[in-house]
């Protein structure tokens, strides 16, 4: 084992898993008038009623609205023609259709975009909550790179998003948001356009920005209910990919409750290494992990589960590791999504060599599964991200989302 890696035993002693529960939103204060983006059609009809609406008319408004904020990407209530004027400004008084917002925004020569978004609401004592979302065009697709935490408690050693102190789940207002807020930006909504001949730009939606989405799977799931509901967002069910480190007794859900792809950050084939690297593992070893793929409801030939593995040099980058892997994913409809190592400040591990990449890629490739290596995109945003590493944890962590999600998207 490389000398950069502590041994396995070291860590078992101080790395302690962060419970499901903790993560909850137990302090959070809402926004005195609460966003409407986020709730599904029963909470928008229960919204209805604290303004007034007759039962009888709720399903029918609620139609109208859906309509509204996620059809045609509504900011406010105002320009809703079709509802009544008084029921607007009763609204209004209530409610808002606002999204997370832009702090800042950076646009690669390539079209790669980053925004740091702030949330509503807050912790009392806490600073405002960020967190990042990254969009990434090519060609046709247009992926959406999305958080599902602020933070992450499970300590990935790779991982910056780990290290930092801070986690809440997002609630399904803030994905849906991230969404929302793409779709402003990007001048993505149905009547921004000529009819019938709008071509999106959010295309897919992978879950892979900060956080882990399966420590926070209610949210999760209602947001991309939301996301992939065909009167409103509509991006199908196989253009969306959700990525976990590996909680096993939710991996079922996400396939039953959402029906998403599926992409696992494997990381290593054996457990000792695994240990180490997703500490997760520790719970849930990599045989109980390709047990739960094994099982995922409607995975198959065409709808492939992702195994992402990070390529950190002299330590999970061998030929016999490459070799291991495909021996390790037999019989699972799979593929295999190598992603260069994003350095970050105090990181011990470096990205493998590029020849060492393709060697690896090559042995993955020859066994029948594509094996993707992305081209780093928006290379001048990173440059000035890098530029301000040593003195930002924040900006360092964006650098590395952007890399890691440019290097993720292949649907
Ligand atoms: N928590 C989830 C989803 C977010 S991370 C998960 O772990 O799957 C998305 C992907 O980026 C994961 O595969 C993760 O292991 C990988 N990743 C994290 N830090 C990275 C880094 N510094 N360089 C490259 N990939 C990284
Ligand atoms: Fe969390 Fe994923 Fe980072 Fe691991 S890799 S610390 S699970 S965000």
Not at 48 to 64: D, F, I, N, S
Not at 70 to 87: C, H, N, Q
Not at 150 to 157: D, E, F, H, P, R
Request: proline share 5%; aromatic share 6%.
């Amino acid at each position: 084992m490389d000398a950069r890696v502590k041994p396995a035993h070291d860590t078992v002693e101080t790395v302690t898993l962060v419970p499901i529960e903790k993560t909850a939103l137990e302090r959070y204060v809402a926004p005195d008038r609460p966003s409407l983006v986020g709730l599904s059609r029963a909470a928008l009809a229960d919204a209805l009623g604290t303004v007034g609406v007759a039962e009888r008319e709720r399903k029918m408004r609620v139609q109208q609205l859906w309509n509204w904020i996620y059809l045609r990407g509504a900011t406010s209530f105002d320009v809703m023609s079709s509802v009544s004027k008084e029921l607007r400004a009763a609204l209004d008084e209530r409610f808002t259709l606002a999204r997370p917002e832009v702090v800042v925004e950076q646009v690669s020569v390539d079209g790669t975009r980053k925004w740091l978004l702030r949330l509503p609401g807050e912790v009392p004592g806490e600073r405002p909550h960020e967190v990042e979302c990254v969009y990434i065009p090519d060609g046709e697709r247009g992926t959406l790179c999305v958080s599902s935490q602020v933070g992450c408690t499970l300590n990935c050693s790779f991982c910056h998003t780990g290290t930092q102190r801070l986690v809440r789940n997002l609630i399904p207002g803030e994905i849906v948001g991230q969404v929302m807020v793409a779709r402003d930006r990007l001048n993505d909504w149905v009547e921004t356009t000529h009819k019938g001949e709008h071509k999106r730009q959010v295309t897919n939606i992978v879950m892979m920005g900060m956080g882990e989405p399966l420590y926070n799977p209610d949210n999760v799931r209602d947001a991309l209910l939301i996301v992939a509901d065909g009167e409103g967002i509509g991006i199908s069910k196989r253009r969306i990919t959700l990525s976990t480190s590996g909680v096993v007794p939710e991996i079922e859900r996400a396939g039953s409750e959402i029906g998403c792809m599926l992409a696992v950050s494997l990381h290593a084939v054996r457990d000792e290494l695994r240990n180490e690297l997703v500490p997760l593992n520790r719970k849930y070893p990599i045989a109980q992990v390709l047990d739960a793929c094994r099982n995922y409801p409607g995975a198959s030939n065409s709808k492939r589960i992702t195994f992402e593995y990070v390529m950190l040099k002299g330590v999970n980058d061998s030929i016999e590791d490459a070799k291991a892997l495909v021996r390790l994913l037999k019989g699972i409809p799979a593929k295999i999504n190598l992603i260069p190592f994003n350095p970050w400040p105090g990181s011990k591990y470096e990205c493998s060599d590029w020849d060492q990449i393709e060697k690896f890629s090559e042995i993955v490739f020859n066994a029948g599964y594509a094996s993707p290596v992305r081209t780093p995109r928006g290379r001048d945003i990173l440059a000035a991200c890098g530029q301000l590493k040593s003195t930002t944890e924040k900006l360092s962590a964006r650098e590395r989302l952007a890399l890691r999600a440019m290097a993720m998207t292949d649907e």
